[in-house]
């Protein structure tokens, strides 16, 4: 089972493992788009944060690390209740990336997450399989556009070198060698040449 909880701030999926077993599983199953929070060397709850796809973790608004932090610290016995935590230590990972921050006991944020709160149990592995087919599906689509604007730029390259180019001001039928000129004592064969020329 999975608890799901709306966030305030904006529409994001923030999620959590009822147990250990299904953390594992949250974790064996996340996706790209998934930010993980857990307090910092200490047994703890896992929480998600599901991002919209292209953000980065730079783009999380600091209201959404503090529900998201909140809920990890509120969910977790070491965090919650043990006096010799340094406060509200938390952390979240994803493995290019570690950040820490410290969160207070925060009790409105808390509850008013756990109202959003729903249990449901979803097919992780399916979810998983999807979002990385629609990521496939997106690759290819911008691989193919990617060759096709090379390819207009290699038409668009050749017709430019095409229009530079004096070959196509030269043809043969046009064209008259010294040979073909039958020359005459007097001058007339060039007048010839320069009538027609002109």
Excluded at 37 to 43: A, C, K, R, T
Excluded at 44 to 51: D, E, K, N, P, T
Excluded at 64 to 84: D, E, F, Y
Excluded at 91 to 103: I, S, T
């Amino acid at each position: 089972m999975v608890y799901y909880f709306s966030s305030e701030c904006e529409q994001f999926l923030i999620y959590m493992g009822k147990d250990q077993f299904e953390n594992e599983e949250l974790i064996k199953y996340g996706l790209p788009e998934d930010v993980w929070f857990h307090v910092d060397d200490l047994s703890s709850a896992h929480v998600y944060l599901r991002m919209k796809p292209g953000m980065s973790m730079d783009d999380i608004s600091e209201d959404l690390l503090l529900q998201c932090a909140s809920l990890v610290k509120a969910n977790s016995i070491a965090g919650c209740k043990t006096s010799g935590m340094v406060e509200g230590q938390v952390g979240y990972h994803r493995p290019e990336n570690v950040r820490r921050m410290k969160v207070e006991k925060n009790a409105p944020i808390v509850k008013r997450l756990e109202r959003t709160r729903k249990e449901v149990h979803p097919n992780l592995a399916l979810e998983q399989e999807k979002r990385n087919q629609q990521i496939q599906r997106e690759k290819k689509k911008e691989f193919k556009r990617l060759a096709k604007e090379k390819q207009q730029e290699k038409l668009q390259q050749q017709r430019e070198k095409e229009l530079r180019s004096y070959d196509r001001l030269y043809d043969e039928a046009y064209m008259t060698s010294v040979s073909d000129q039958h020359g005459t004592a007097d001058a007339t064969a060039a007048e010839e040449y320069e009538d027609d020329f002109f």
